[in-house]
């Protein structure tokens, strides 16, 4: 199955400005997450409501939104997510 690979990661200080990026964020009870652009319309969205696992690969697939005027709909994998996580980039 092929996935979108979102490669740029913000420093967790950034706000997300650029379209395709991520950063990482803690969810309810402290688990860990993400949140990012969109690629498309670069509308921001948190993945709370998604399972991450240790390579980054998002489960289920990411839809955008704001679907009423963006179509992005994609199985999603977060670069580099395993290291961020882990503290270690």
């Not at 913000?10 to 379209?19: F, I, M, N, R, T």
């Not at 309810?28 to 998604?50: D, F, M, R, V, Y």
């Not at 390579?55 to 994998?77: A, L, R």
Request: hydrophobic fraction near 30%; proline fraction near 3%; glycine fraction near 8%.
């Amino acid at each position: 199955m092929e996935r979108y690979v979102f490669q740029k990661v913000q420093p967790d200080d950034v706000w997300l400005k650029e379209k395709g990026t991520y950063k990482i964020a803690t969810g309810s009870g402290g688990k860990k997450t993400a949140i990012l652009s969109c690629p498309k319309c670069g509308e921001s969205q948190s993945l709370s409501e998604h399972t991450i696992d240790n390579n980054g690969e998002v489960n289920p697939s990411v839809v955008c939104y704001f679907k009423e005027k963006c179509d992005f709909h994609e199985w999603v994998t977060l670069a580099n997510y395993k290291e961020l996580i882990n503290g270690k980039s």
